[in-house]
């Protein structure tokens, strides 16, 4: 669920709550992770120049307000639960609360999710 004021996802795995928020804390730890600034991130994305590791750096970035202290390999288990098409489109309309000005594609995240050998996306980040 995807809160319509502030963007924030709220999701379950294995009976736990998580809050999942690319607010600014979130985009300050992510342009770290990336070595780039926001706009910069999303132009990579939009331009399908990203994949699995643009994935886990914003589903790790994103859970750190609320989860903090989340490793990343925690949260790559997690994103494994959750998979990364579902985190995609959760992320999708997140961006699209948070930036609703923003000029970039209908799914921000697709060019991050893997694709199968059929050029389907997958349903996880394992395939």
């Known amino acids: 669920m995807v809160n319509p004021r502030n963007g924030e996802i709220e999701f379950q795995i294995g009976g736990k709550a998580y ?13 770290q992770r990336m070595g780039k600034a926001w706009p910069e991130v999303i132009r990579q994305v939009a331009e399908g120049r990203a994949g699995v590791d643009f994935a886990l750096a914003a589903f ?33 309309e997140a961006i699209k609360v948070q930036f609703p000005d923003q000029d970039a594609t209908a799914n921000p995240m697709t060019a991050a999710a893997p694709k199968a050998a059929n050029g389907s996306m997958s349903s996880s980040a394992t395939g």
């Open 19 to 31: 809050t999942y928020l690319l607010g600014t804390y979130g985009l300050a730890r992510l342009e």
């Open 60 to 92: 790790h970035a994103g859970l750190l307000l609320h989860h903090e202290p989340m490793t990343e390999r925690e949260a790559s288990v997690l994103l494994d639960e959750l998979t990364v098409s579902v985190f995609a489109e959760k992320f999708a």
